[in-house]
Every structure is written in structure tokens, then in C-alpha cells.
């Protein structure tokens, strides 16, 4: 200790000082004598520990909240697709409700961050206060404590006894000998010494077993090494042992013990099970192989005995007898080797429970643990729900077998001498053994054998079936539990897969040889595939859909799932639903796979229909009366609309062996309650005739009639097998409908009912017909690129001109064929016809709207319903309305014949009449234009033939374009204007087309034409003069009348034309009371008269004052004027142009004459009538 000179502490001191300085500190003074500032809230909030107890970062919350939602959205994009439409809906609202809480949650989260710096700041000073609390209570403790171990710890009294050794010999004498031997080691054996005695202890371990010890016959394989023995028990352990000492009561205590066991399987906690024990197992281990090979031994009385204790006695070996301590050794070890694989076992069981079997899987330990019990496929108890039970239902058991593992004793038989069973050899060792080593006297313990009995109890009625048990345990084999692989899950899957393949032969069996083997009775229709273990019964039900029935191995559970085309995502529904009612009801699988058959078909029909486009129901308004017409081997029906014709079905019928089809007609019967439908007619079709033999009509291949009864279900009324297919041997791909088979099918129902809807028309008329061969019917039309494959094995229906055109016009027009034609039945346009007419002479069509096609020169399409082919002659009409096709043929017809006829006779008209000027300009079948004079053009069409009136014609007059003017001498063109004005190029013939059209409606067409183009060839002088003369009055008086006149007053003449009737035109003039007359005469003359004579009155009418003159007025001095204008028409000395003859109201000239003269009177009434 260091003291001071004057006797003062220096710690004392130094411990003075440091308390001045804290003073001072404390009253904020610093060494120099100066107070320190105060520290400012920044750095007081530095001193505060940071606490994140129980807080998260915001940002990897909202950063885990957004991967969730997208890793939810990835994952819905890709199962999505594959979910039906409810499906999908459902799902997707599911997670946007889901969804919303999350975020409405993270936002509520967002808002309350917001005080997350006040709320951390409050949580640090919590944090400070608390730790300055700690200190304060630590300090409290500190004290205590002091005061409490100060008081012990006082210096004992001094040893003065022990100094005086110390001091005197330099070590202590009175030291108690338990000290020195816990802290005076003792020298250690040199090596030598160590081997020599354990080579002195191995001698002694081998004298003794070879000469003494009753060593089982099971452990007879040791070796002696390292001072102790080695026993090997082969699947068992491996086990050392080693004697106490050399002396002859020596026992032998345990040294170690390694179990040969090897864990299989599932490698997961394995460590839990070590080969070798070691730690607190390992103790309990050897104090036990101790004390039972120690049994006998005596072992040194205690040195004190609590008085009032009565010791134990220990036990003693009877006469005769001789200790066994290394049976009872292998006693032990071998229970506890066994024990040990059957708790690995358990452990394996338990395992499987945890990972998905436990509900399944009901694990237990019987028998002091020296059993193992698992019974698999348990099914949970049902509720106590009453429930009104089927009557064909039966109880299925509470589990489907139960796989059993213990330890029983291996004995051999009496026979045999008992004891443990070992083999001839071993029993004489074991024998000659006791003999040589005991003598007469027995051992203290015999040998205990033990062995793994491992049994299955498959549990009758499982799933609803019985199952040979010795046939599946050959195939099994023998259970065994294998120390070098436990494997439980092997094992247990063994004896489950075996199960499940009995019970699914079982179902095979009954399937092919049950009520439904007519179904299922075909090779190949029910296969029982095991691959790769795992066995699955494979149903064929048709075409490519095969249904896979499996047994689940973990739940016991059928599954019913689909491989086939159909098998999707929307299909896994209905099957889950399948397997639910099966496991509930296993009896009804016979009949699940009898409906799911059907479903199937029904599906795969369906789907080939919706695939087509085609409109199919499965269910109509029929009745079951009506149903019974489709047979009594019916057990589905498809029903397919034709939409071209909606009261008519292709129904396919499901039987159980193939496909039935039927052409029906439905009637919906509106006096019904429920709008009941009936079939009026029910016609059978054979597929293989349709789609085989393409030379067969269809009077063999379908039936048509009404109220079938079911005993002519199928059968035909003509030539030929029957229809229902029935004739042909069995094939096992009957239900596999090809997609263009159901096409051909619904092409010919629409044929069919095409061709019956145009036969009905021809009834309704009387109109005979036939069924001629198809072929070649529209090579040569513009419609061949509109026709089916199926085509040719449709007839065409002919019928005679005859019949079909009787009263029609120009009957005689067309040769004595006539095809009408179905069309667009093939396809999903609206169903057409055609008639093919070949007209008895060949007229080409000429004009631009003629023009030839680009797939043929000789075919023109002059509308949408008529194509001609000039070459051939034929002319093809198409109606859009099968229901109304003969009218509209004969419609068109009319129509068509009238046009040909007029053509036909304008082109006769420049030979047999001689004129030239008459030519044929454009013909297209529905408008027929030609010249009748020079370049003057009338065009001819007809409309509303199949009217009451018979129908009434178009006339548009025209001129075409001007040619080099070549004089005829037969032409009856006027002679050219005198004046060079530009004539508008109209034809005066306009103005008389009502008049002229009635022309044709009267008596026969050719000579009516005839006499209309003898009428505007003979009136054309007239018409043309009388526009010249308003053309050139209009000219003459608009150059007068600009600046002084109105627009309208000075284009407008002081006369008027117009057409009175048939070759009659009037000149009125401006006053209204005086007019011209023209009138065509025969023999080609042009009358022109005073309009106020009529040329059907007797005696002129006498003059009446003007006031009472009604009507129109003669003309002052009409006839001094005719007589003035013919002298002036009429040149002097020079050729006549046509003959002149004046009579008393007018004159009458030829028509080459017209136009001088009319023009020289013209003038001069006009000039009388404005007082000129």
C-alpha cells in the first residue's frame, strides 16, 4: 500500500480530488473555472438510444405488399385462360376484394406514418428512462449485496500451527490425505505398462469365454481387441463388453453398443437416430446392460447404513444353476435393437401425418410398444345430420386396411427341442456348448428369440368392392422389415398400391362383364394400366376421349379425370363432382360412366357443331311420346338447326353402339300450354351411302313421313338397305364424327329440305317432275364456283317447258328441259335456286352492259338473278327464296322471253322489211335498245310480269352518238336543220312513251313490235319537226328579249306541242283557242288540220258569238292559209319531195313533205294569229 509522508492515503487523495472535480462539473463549472453552455434539444435527442422494438420500415412494407399483388396477377394470367367464364368472374372478383382490403389497409398504415418521427422519439425516451430506471434499481442491488457478503467474508483467525510448519520445513504437515489425492496427481502408466496389462486383461477375457461363459450362438462372431471383446449380431447390434478384473467372481460391465440398423426413405431426421448412443441415451444404455449382467453379483456393503434402513437383499443363483450374464446381455440388446427400428418406424408414420397423410393415416403403439398399428384411407366420421339415405347406398367401411408391425417371440417347435427357432447347426453349437462349459448344471437364462411379424388386414368393402386377399398377397410377397433400408413409406405404399390394383380389377370385371358389358365388353374398351407402379384403369369411352380412373394412394379416393380433346380446364368441374359422388356411393360408377359417356359424346357432337357454326340443342320442347318415334334404343339426342330452314333439325341419336341420324320437320303447337312441339316428319339417313357411293339419289338414302311409328323406325320405303346402319358389322370408332362428315350431313338435311320445299311447289301446280343425274349441271355456268363436294350425289329435278311455262309467255321460246337446281345448301349462306332454261335458238348479247365476265367470254350476268351463257343458250335463274322460286323463275322468265323475242325480231327487221337504219345496239336478257331511224334509239324492258294486267313495258327513248350522214334512199331521217344551231341530242319520242307502251300489251309480241317500229318510224317526221320548230322559236326570241324580259318569258315560245294520243300531236298557240292538229293516216300520210275540226264529226258546227264560244276556235282564213303554204312547200319547177293534197279543214302530204309544209303553215297561222 502506498502511504504518503506525512502518513496521508494517496488513494485517499486521489479519491478527494476526483469528487472536487464532479462537483464541479456538475455545477457546470470546467477546469478553468468557467461554466460550460447548456447542450441544445438536437443533442440532448442524441443522447436517447434508438429503439426499434416491434417498428417496420415503411417502404419494405409496401414494397412486400406490391410484389404480392403482381406475383398474384402473374400468377391469374397464366390459370385464368384455363378456367370456364363463371369460373374466371368468380376468381377474379375474389382477389380484387381481397386485394382492396390489403390496400385499403396499407393506406390506413400510410396515414398513421405520418406521426412515425413523434411516436420514435417518444419510444426513445421511454427507452432512456426505463435504462436509467435499471440503473437505479442495479445500484440498489449493488448495496444490498455488499452488505449482505461483507459480513462473511471477515479473515478467519490465524493458523499459527500451520505458519510454524511453513516457516520451519517449507510445507504443510497437517494437510488431510483427501486434499493431496484430488490435487497431487498421480504418475501416469508408461505405454508399456498399459499394453502389458491389457494383453494380461485380453488373456483373461478369452480363458473365460472359451472356457466358462455360455456365449449365445447369436453372438458367437467376437473378436478380442483393446482390452475388451467385440460381439456381432448380424442385423442387429455390435456390442464390447469388458470383465471388471482377472478374479473369478469379476463380472463384466458394458462398454459400448453400435446398432447395424440403416434408415431409408425420407432422410429427413435421421440424427434423431443415431447408430451409435451417445450422451444421456448411451448412460442409460450401459447402466442398464450393467445391472442385468451384473444380476447376480454380489455387490460391497456400504460402509454406513442410516439406522432403521433395511438393505435390500440381493438375488441368488438356485442349485444347478450357472450365471449367464452374456444371455441376459443379448436379451436386452436384441429387445433393444428391435424396439429401436420399431420406433423408427413410428417416427417414419408420424411423419407422413404431418406432411399431408394425417387425415388419412391413423398411427398407433400397442402392446407396451412393441407394436405398430397404421390403418390408411380412414375417412372422417360423418356429421350427426340425418339425411335421407338412397336405398342402393351401402355403408363403406371406417378405413380400407390396416398394416400391422410387432415383436413376437420366434420360438422353434416342440419337435425341435423349443427354445429359440435356429437352424440344425446352430442348435448343436448351442448344445455342445452347455455340455462342454456346464456340465450337468443348466444356465441362469436362456436365449430369447424375437422376430418382425408384419401382417395386412385389408378391410372388406372398401370403396364398395371385395377383393381377393391371398391372390393380392402373392402378388405383394412377403413383408419384411429390412434394418439395412427402413423405409415405411415404401412399405406402406406397397401394400397401398397392391389395394388399389385389386379394387380397380374388380371394377374391370364388373364393367366388362356386368349390365353394361354390351358397352364395355370390346377389347381394348377397359384397360387396367399399371406404369411405373402406378395402376390406373383406362375407359375408352369414344372416339379419343378415354377416361383415367385412379385410386388416390394417400387418400383412398377415386379420381375420374380426362386425357382425351376435349379435356380442359372447364371439364374439371363436372369430373370433381363425378368423384365425390362416386366416393360417397361407390356403386354408381357403372352407371357415372354410362352417363359420362354419353355427356361426352353429347360434348364432343357440340363442340364439332359450334366449331361449324352451326346452331345445336340438346334438350327441345318434345314430349316423351314424341321421343319414343326416335326408338326404343335411343339414350341421347343432339338436335342441329338448319338455319336456312328453322323448322327443320338433323338430330343425331346416341344409342349404345354408334350414331343414328334423322332429317325431322317441327311443329310448334300454339293451342299448347307450354308451346309442346311435335315431329311431323322424321326421314333416316344413311351416312355411308351419302358420303360413299356419290351415284345414288336421295330417294334411297332418306325417308320422309309423317307420325313414324317406332316399328319403321329405320327402315326405308324404297330400294336399298337400311338406313340405320345396323346392317354392318360392329366397329369400335362409331362415335367418332368427323368434323366434315357433320358438315356433308348438314349440307344434305339442307338439300333435302331445299329440294322438298321446290317438289312442294311443283305439287301445288301440278307440275310433274323427275330426278335426273347431276353431273355436269353447271360446268359451263358462272355458278360452278359456288358448289359442294357433296353435289353429285344430289339429284336435279327437271321438269318439262311444257308444264312449268303453260300460259306463260313465249313459251316457246325454251327446249323441253328445265333443271332446277338447289344451291348454297353446303354452306352457311341463304339457300338458293337456279333454273337452267336452254333457249331453242342462240341470240349474243351485244352492249357494253353485255360485257363478257373475266371467267368466260361467252357468259355476261346482266343482273343479279340471270346468267347467260351465249354459247350454249342457257340461261340460269337464280331465286333467294326457295319458298317462292317457281314464281320467281316464272317471273323471270317472262321477263327474260319477252326480251329474247324482241331482240330476235329487230334483228330480222333489216332483212324481211328492209330497213336498213334498224339495228340491234344492246341486248342483255333484261333491256333490249335499237335504232329505228338514223340514230334515233328506243330501249325496251318489262316489269311486273306475273301481275293480273299481264305485266306492262319500259320505253326510254335516246339518240346515239352521230355518224357521218350517209343518204338512203330508204331512210326516213328528216332532211338537215337549215340553221347552224347546236340541237340538244333528245328524241321527241319521249313525249309520246305512255302512248307507245300500250302497243306491246296488245296481241301477240312480234307483230306488236312490228307495229311500234312502224309508228316511230312513220311518226318520227312529225315529232322531229315539231321539236325543231320549239327549238328554234326558243332560239329566236332569247337574244330579243335580254335586258327587257325575265329569264323564263323569254326562253318561252308563243306556242306549245304536245301528244294528244297514239300519231297525234296539237300545236297550241298562245291565245288558247286555236291549235294544229297532226295526225298519222294510213298508207304512211300526216294529216294537219284546223284542231277545231274533228274528224269524226258529221257537218261542221255553225259560229256563235264570241262570248258564248266555248273550246277551241277555226282559224281566220285556215284554209287561204294551207293553200298559201303549200304553194310555198312545193318549189318552182323543182323535184316534189313527197305528194301534197289540200282538203277543205287542212292538208294531208306525205311524210317526207311534212316538215316543209308544216313548217310554211306554221309560220303563217302564227304570223295570222298575232295580226301580222
Not at 743 to 754: D, F, K, T
Not at 808 to 826: G, K, Q, T
Not at 897 to 903: D, H, L, R
Request: proline residues 6%; hydrophobic residues 40%; neutral net charge.
Amino acid at each position: 500500500m502506498d502511504v504518503s509522508t506525512n502518513g496521508t492515503s494517496r488513494t485517499f487523495f486521489n479519491m478527494q480530488k476526483q469528487k472536487a472535480e464532479a462537483l464541479a462539473i456538475m455545477n457546470g463549472l470546467t477546469g478553468n473555472g468557467h461554466y460550460e453552455p447548456e447542450p441544445t434539444l438536437e443533442q440532448l435527442e442524441m443522447e436517447l438510444p434508438v429503439v426499434h422494438d416491434g417498428q417496420v420500415p415503411l417502404g419494405d412494407l409496401l414494397s412486400r405488399v406490391v410484389q404480392a399483388i403482381y406475383a398474384e396477377l402473374s400468377e391469374l394470367a397464366e390459370t385464368l385462360p384455363n378456367m370456364s367464364d363463371s369460373a374466371r368472374k368468380r376468381t377474379i372478383a375474389d382477389w380484387v376484394v381481397k386485394t382492396k382490403k390489403q390496400v385499403v389497409k396499407l393506406y390506413a398504415i400510410t396515414k398513421w406514418a405520418r406521426d412515425a418521427e413523434t411516436v420514435q422519439k417518444c419510444m426513445n425516451i421511454t427507452a432512456f428512462l426505463m435504462n436509467q430506471n435499471q440503473q437505479f434499481e442495479d445500484v440498489m442491488g449493488g448495496l444490498t449485496y455488499a452488505r449482505e457478503s461483507l459480513d462473511p467474508a471477515r479473515l478467519r483467525n490465524h493458523d499459527l500451527l500451520t505458519s510454524l510448519d511453513v516457516l520451519t520445513s517449507g510445507t504443510y504437515k497437517r494437510l488431510p490425505s483427501g486434499i493431496k489425492k484430488s490435487i497431487v496427481p498421480i504418475p501416469p502408466l508408461k505405454d508399456d505398462e498399459i499394453i502389458k496389462t491389457l494383453s494380461a486383461m485380453e488373456d483373461t477375457i478369452r480363458y473365460r469365454l472359451r472356457m466358462t461363459e455360455i456365449i449365445p450362438v447369436e453372438m458367437s462372431q467376437h473378436r478380442i481387441a483393446g482390452g475388451r471383446v467385440h460381439f456381432t449380431v448380424p442385423n442387429l447390434f455390435e456390442t464390447s463388453v469388458c470383465l471388471r478384473g482377472a478374479e473369478k467372481d469379476d463380472g463384466w460391465f458394458f462398454v459400448g453398443v453400435k446398432f447395424l440398423i440403416t434408415v431409408g426413405g425420407d432422410m429427413t431426421g435421421t440424427h434423431e437416430f443415431p447408430q451409435e448412443p451417445s450422451g444421456v441415451l448411451k448412460r442409460h444404455v450401459a447402466d442398464e446392460a450393467d445391472a442385468r449382467m451384473a444380476y447376480y453379483l454380489s455387490l460391497p456393503e456400504p460402509a454406513e447404513v442410516p439406522p432403521g434402513t433395511e438393505v435390500p437383499e440381493r438375488p441368488k443363483l438356485p442349485e444347478g444353476t450357472v450365471d449367464a450374464p452374456l444371455v441376459r446381455l443379448y436379451n436386452f440388446l436384441q429387445m433393444m435393437s428391435m424396439s429401436y427400428q420399431l420406433q423408427i418406424l413410428w417416427y417414419q408414420a408420424m411423419r407422413m401425418c404431418s406432411l399431408g397423410w394425417g387425415q388419412y393415416l391413423k398411427v398407433e403403439m400397442l402392446n407396451g410398444n412393441r407394436t405398430l398399428t397404421v390403418s390408411y384411407w380412414t375417412r372422417p366420421n360423418p356429421p350427426n345430420v340425418p339425411r335421407p339415405q338412397a336405398p342402393n347406398r351401402i355403408k363403406l367401411p371406417p378405413h380400407g386396411g390396416t398394416l400391422i408391425i410387432s415383436i413376437v417371440e420366434n420360438s422353434a417347435t416342440q419337435q425341435a427341442g423349443g427354445g429359440p427357432a435356429r437352424s440344425p447347426v446352430a442348435r448343436m453349437l448351442a448344445e455342445l456348448q452347455k455340455k462342454a462349459k456346464l456340465g450337468g448344471a443348466r444356465p441362469s437364462d436362456e436365449v430369447e428369440g424375437l422376430k418382425f411379424d408384419v401382417k395386412w388386414e385389408p378391410v372388406k368393402g372398401t370403396l364398395g368392392v371385395g377383393i381377393d386377399q391371398d391372390e393380392t398377397m402373392a402378388a405383394i410377397g412377403e413383408l419384411l422389415v429390412d434394418s439395412n433400408n427402413l423405409d415405411f413409406e415404401s412399405m406402406l405404399h406397397k401394400v397401398i398400391t397392391a389395394h388399389a390394383k385389386a379394387i380397380l380389377k374388380v371394377f374391370q370385371l364388373q364393367l366388362q362383364r356386368g349390365p353394361t358389358r354390351n358397352v364395355f365388353s370390346p377389347e381394348g374398351k377397359v384397360i387396367l394400366d399399371s406404369n411405373g407402379g402406378h395402376h390406373v384403369l383406362r375407359v375408352h369411352l369414344c372416339a379419343d376421349e378415354v377416361v383415367v380412373i385412379s385410386i388416390d394412394t394417400r387418400t383412398g379416393r377415386m379420381n375420374l379425370r380426362d386425357t382425351g380433346d376435349l379435356a380442359a380446364a372447364g371439364r374439371g368441374p363436372r369430373f370433381a363432382a363425378i368423384s365425390d359422388r362416386l366416393n360417397e356411393n361407390p356403386n354408381m360408377l357403372l352407371e357415372a360412366l354410362i352417363r359420362l359417356r354419353f355427356n361426352t359424346i353429347t360434348d364432343l357432337v357440340e363442340q364439332k357443331a359450334n366449331y361449324l357454326g352451326l346452331q345445336v340443342f340438346r334438350h327441345r320442347n318434345f314430349s316423351k311420346e314424341e321421343l319414343q318415334k326416335l326408338g326404343p334404343a335411343a339414350r341421347g339426342t343432339m338436335y342441329i338447326q338448319l338455319s336456312s330452314f328453322p323448322s327443320h333439325y338433323l338430330v343425331l341419336v346416341i344409342t349404345d353402339e354408334d350414331f343414328r341420324y334423322a332429317l325431322i320437320s317441327v311443329k310448334v303447337l300454339t293451342d299448347s300450354m307450354y308451346g309442346n312441339t311435335i315431329m311431323e316428319d322424321i326421314g333416316w339417313l344413311d351416312v355411308r351411302r351419302i358420303r360413299g357411293d356419290r351415284t345414288v339419289g336421295s330417294a334411297t338414302d332418306v325417308i320422309v313421313g309423317p307420325h313414324m311409328g317406332a316399328s319403321q323406325v329405320g327402315q326405308k320405303r324404297k330400294r336399298g338397305a337400311g338406313a340405320s346402319g345396323h346392317d354392318g358389322p360392329r366397329r369400335e370408332d362409331n362415335f367418332n364424327l368427323e368434323t366434315q362428315t357433320l358438315r356433308e350431313l348438314y349440307a344434305y338435311c339442307c338439300a333435302r329440305v331445299a329440294y322438298t320445299k321446290v317438289e312442294a311447289q311443283f305439287k301445288l301446280r301440278g307440275i310433274p317432275y323427275t330426278h335426273v343425274n347431276p353431273t355436269s349441271i353447271l360446268q359451263s355456268s358462272a355458278l360452278s364456283h359456288i358448289q359442294s363436294s357433296l353435289a353429285r350425289s344430289i339429284p336435279a329435278l327437271c321438269v318439262q317447258s311444257f308444264d312449268i311455262l303453260s300460259g306463260a309467255p313465249a313459251a316457246e321460246a325454251a327446249m323441253a328441259n328445265i333443271r332446277v337446281i338447289p344451291l348454297n345448301w353446303w354452306s352457311d349462306k341463304k339457300a338458293q335456286v337456279v333454273t337452267c332454261v336452254k333457249l331453242k335458238y342462240v341470240q349474243q348479247p351485244v352492249g357494253k352492259r353485255a360485257a363478257p365476265g373475266q371467267s368466260s367470254s361467252d357468259i355476261i350476268r346482266p343482273s343479279k338473278r340471270i346468267i347467260y351463257d351465249a354459247t350454249e343458250a342457257v340461261v340460269s335463274f337464280l331465286s333467294e327464296e326457295v319458298d317462292t322460286c317457281v314464281d320467281e323463275f316464272l317471273e323471270e322468265w317472262a321477263r327474260v322471253s319477252k326480251m329474247v323475242v324482241i331482240a330476235r325480231e329487230v334483228a330480222r327487221m333489216a332483212k324481211e322489211k328492209k330497213w336498213q337504219d334498224v339495228r340491234l345496239l344492246s341486248f342483255d336478257l333484261q333491256t333490249v335498245e335499237f335504232s329505228y331511224a338514223s340514230d334515233y334509239t328506243v330501249s325496251i324492258s318489262c316489269t311486273d310480269q306475273l301481275s293480273p294486267t299481264g305485266g306492262s313495258f319500259e320505253l326510254r327513248f335516246s339518240r346515239c352518238a352521230p355518224s357521218r350522214p350517209v343518204p338512203h334512199p330508204n331512210t326516213l331521217a328528216p332532211p338537215p336543220a337549215p340553221f347552224t344551231y347546236q340541237q340538244p341530242r333528245t328524241n321527241p319520242h319521249e313525249e309520246a312513251e305512255p302512248y307507245l307502251r300500250q302497243i306491246l300489251r296488245h296481241g301477240p309480241l312480234a307483230p306488236s313490235l312490228h307495229r311500234l317500229v312502224g309508228l316511230l318510224r312513220d311518226t318520227l317526221p312529225v315529232a322531229v319537226e315539231l321539236d325543231r320548230m320549239t327549238a328554234a322559236a326558243r332560239e329566236e326570241r332569247a337574244p330579243h328579249g335580254r335586258g327587257r324580259l325575265s329569264k323564263g318569258s323569254a326562253e318561252e315560245p308563243w306556242f306549245d306541242t304536245f301528244v294528244k294520243g297514239m300519231g297525234w300531236w296539237r300545236v297550241l298557240y298562245g291565245d288558247l283557242r286555236h291549235a294544229l292538229d297532226l295526225r298519222l293516216m294510213t298508207g304512211k300520210r300526216i294529216a294537219i288540220m284546223d284542231a277545231s275540226h274533228s274528224l269524226f264529226q258529221g257537218s261542221p258546227t255553225p259560229p256563235q258569238a264570241d262570248s258564248e264560244q266555248l273550246g277551241l276556235q277555226p282559224i281566220p282564213d285556215f284554209r287561204a292559209l294551207v293553200l298559201d303554204a303549200v304553194r310555198a312547200a312545193r318549189p318552182l319547177g323543182g323535184a316534189s319531195k313527197g305528194r301534197i293534197a289540200t282538203v277543205d279543214v287542212g292538208v294531208v302530204c306525205e311524210g317526207s313533205a311534212v316538215g316543209p309544209v308544216m313548217r310554211a303553215l306554221h309560220e303563217r297561222v302564227l304570223k295570222k294569229l298575232k295580226g301580222g
